[in-house]
């Protein structure tokens, strides 16, 4: 008797070419796992009950951790040069970018509604997209912008 052993696939990698035909493998591919059903639907596993059993609690979590993995082999199926490209970019739009936050990080002034916590997330909110475009930042500059940019009300009574 022959036995019929099924070995997957390599999953498909996309490296910029044939869109369409790796979405078409990427598919099937996901189904063979039971994923492709998470892909396309924001639906939440039902929350666990009072006193679930250990077979309750392992299917939850498998069912809530479908949506990671469904991610993890996307991303890993496609190449680092197109995962760049996609999140940073290209070079050219990058720079652009960079300018771009550079200007709003220098125009940032503390509105006089606004509390300091607030107006500090925004800076660091600007800063944060800036390091994620791989620029360095000097936390030095960052104090010297909310120092230099408080409202009078906050320098006179405490400088």
């Not at 869109?19 to 099937?28: A, E, F, P």
């Not at 979590?61 to 190449?79: D, G, L, P």
């Not at 509604?113 to 994620?132: C, F, G, N, P, Q």
């Not at 940019?149 to 320098?155: H, I, K, M, N, V």
Request: proline fraction near 4%; charged fraction near 30%.
């Amino acid at each position: 008797m022959a036995s019929s052993s099924f070995s997957p696939a390599t999953p498909p990698v996309f490296n910029g070419e044939g869109y369409h035909i790796w979405v078409v493998k990427m598919r099937t591919y996901l189904q063979e796992f039971d994923l492709w059903e998470v892909v396309n639907s924001d639906v939440e596993p039902e929350p666990l009950r009072a006193n679930p059993t250990v077979a309750q609690m392992k299917q939850y979590s498998e069912e809530k951790s479908k949506k990671h993995k469904a991610m993890s082999c996307i991303q890993n199926c496609v190449s680092d040069d197109k995962l760049k490209e996609e999140f940073q970019g290209t070079e050219r739009t990058r720079q652009q970018q960079l300018l771009n936050l550079r200007r709003e990080f220098e125009n940032l002034k503390m509105k006089e509604e606004e509390t300091v916590k607030k107006y500090s997330d925004r800076i660091m909110a600007v800063i944060s997209s800036i390091r994620l475009l791989g620029e360095q930042f000097d936390e030095a500059r960052i104090v010297e912008k909310v120092l230099s940019t408080l409202p009078e009300r906050y320098c006179r009574d405490h400088f």
